[in-house]
C-alpha cells in the first residue's frame, strides 16, 4: 500500500509514489529498457521476490508502470515506462549526479548493475562536449553497458550491443576517478587502472563526454 502524506504538495506526492525502498530504482532500471520479471529480480541484487511484486503493483496503480507483451517468440510479458514515467528520466539522471558527487570508492558489498552502469553513463553526460557521434562499450567489474553519443544526445543500454563499438573500455572502481577527473586518462591507461580497445584520444574524447565531478560533501561521506 502506497503511502500517503496527506499533503496537496507535489513533492509529497511524488514522493507517495517513489519514496518507498526499491522504487526508484526499479524505475532507474526500466528506465534503461523494459525488462521481464526475472530480468528485473536479477538486476536489483537483495531485492525479495515479494516487495517487487508489490512495487510493480504500486507503480502501476501510479501509472508510472505498465506491462505489454514481449515481440520476441516466447517472450512473454515485458514492464516498462509509462509517458508519464519517462518524464522521470531527467529526474532519475539529476539524483543520479547528485549522488555520485560524494561517491569515491566503493564498500566491499557494492555491486554496479549493467543497468546501474548504463543509468550512470547517461547521467554523466556532457551535451556539446564531443563535435562527434562516438560508440562506447564500457565493463566495470562484473557489469557491461553501452552509450552512444552524439554532440546533443545520449543513448545508453544494459550488457554488450551487438554491433562493434569505437571503444572499449575494462575498468574497476578507479574509472569513478577518471569521471571525477580525479585521474588523467593518462594516468589511468599508464597504471593500468583502465585498459582499452581503441585508441587513447577516443579514451581521452570519452572522459570529456562523461564527467561527474565529486563535492565538497564527499570527503565527509567518505569518513
Known sequence: MVKDYGQFCGL?????????????????????????????????????????????RDLQVA??????????????VLYTLTPHGRA????????????AGTMTTPQPEDVVTDASLAAALRAGFQQGATDTTTSYVVHTGAATAWADATPDAI???PGAPDRPADLTIHSGP?????????????????????????????F??????????????AEAVSR
Do not use: N
Open 155 to 157: 543513448t545508453v543500454g
Open 12 to 56: 509529497a506526492k511524488a514522493s507517495s509514489v517513489l519514496g518507498e525502498r526499491w522504487s526508484l530504482l526499479i524505475v532507474r532500471d526500466l528506465s534503461v529498457a523494459p525488462c521481464r520479471f526475472k530480468d528485473l529480480h536479477e538486476g536489483l541484487p537483495g531485492i525479495p521476490t515479494s516487495v517487487l511484486t508489490t512495487r510493480l
Open 204 to 217: 581521452e574524447r570519452f572522459v570529456r563526454t562523461f564527467h561527474v565531478p565529486l563535492t565538497g560533501a
Open 88 to 99: 522521470l528520466q531527467p529526474i532519475l539522471d539529476a539524483l543520479g549526479r547528485w549522488g
Open 174 to 202: 578507479q574509472l569513478r576517478a577518471v569521471l571525477a577527473g580525479e585521474l588523467s586518462p593518462a594516468a589511468a591507461l599508464s597504471s593500468g587502472a583502465v585498459r582499452i580497445e581503441g585508441s587513447p584520444e577516443v
Open 63 to 76: 501509472g508510472v508502470v505498465t506491462r505489454v507483451a514481449d515481440e520476441l517468440p516466447g517472450g512473454g
